[in-house]
Each structure stands twice: as C-alpha cells, then as structure tokens.
C-alpha cells in the first residue's frame, strides 16, 4: 500500500503560484470574468477564487473577502506594502493588488504571475520612502 504524501510546509507564496501555472481559460485585463466562445476566462484572481469553490457570479461581483487568507496567508502577511516584482515598475502595494496589477496592467501571462510570486517571496528589497505612489 503506498503512502500519500501530504505538503503541509509549502508557503502560500508556493500555493498560489502552483495553482496559477496550471493551464486554464486565462484572461488578462480588467475584469474578473469574461466569456469568450462560449468558455469562461478568468483573471489570475478570479482564477485563485475559482479554485476555492466560489461561484462565478460571486467572482463577477467582487463579493469575496481576503482570497489571500483562504489560501493560508496571515493577514499581516497578505496585507504587507510590497514592490512589483516586473523589471522597472516600481508599483508598490499589497500582493492581491500586486497580482491584480501584473495580471491587468502588465499584462503577464498567468504562468509569469506564478513566477513573479515566487520572487516576491523572497524579495528583500526596500520600498522607497514614497512608498511607490506617484505623485
């Protein structure tokens, strides 16, 4: 009889990641939701919410709350001022709204959201004393 191996250490970071490199009817914009021949397309976000359970019409509504801790991230954690890990950008801001940025301002494939995650991570670098925000 084999033994099921369970992942009880991975990082939330390492989770969502996972999640966001399986390949799935990805849209890269503003919305949450769009449908496109006939198939759903969803956001990184929407994707993140999808796979938790929730509904699309909740999705299409916003009426989620933290996705983030759903997912195993403290809520200090999840709301922690980080930067955009893009070459360049100097966005800063929590990482749902990191994500919601990379995947609807940068417009990056799902794939390099997941990558990008794994490098906020472990970035060390400081926010500038402006905290990113442009004037």
Known sequence: MKTQLTRTNVSPFKKIAEILMEDFPYYAGWKFIEKKRGTMHY???????????????????????????????????????????????????????????????HKLPATEIANAIERIEHDNRRLPPYGGKEF
Do not use: Q
């Open 43 to 105: 956001c990184a976000m929407a994707y993140l919410e999808k796979k938790k359970g929730y509904s699309d019409w909740r999705i299409r509504l916003n009426l989620i709350d933290n996705i983030l801790e759903k997912y195993g991230f403290p809520h200090d954690e999840s709301t922690k001022e980080r930067l955009c890990p893009v070459e360049g950008c100097k966005k800063t801001g929590p990482l749902l709204g990191l994500i919601e940025h990379m995947n609807a301002g």
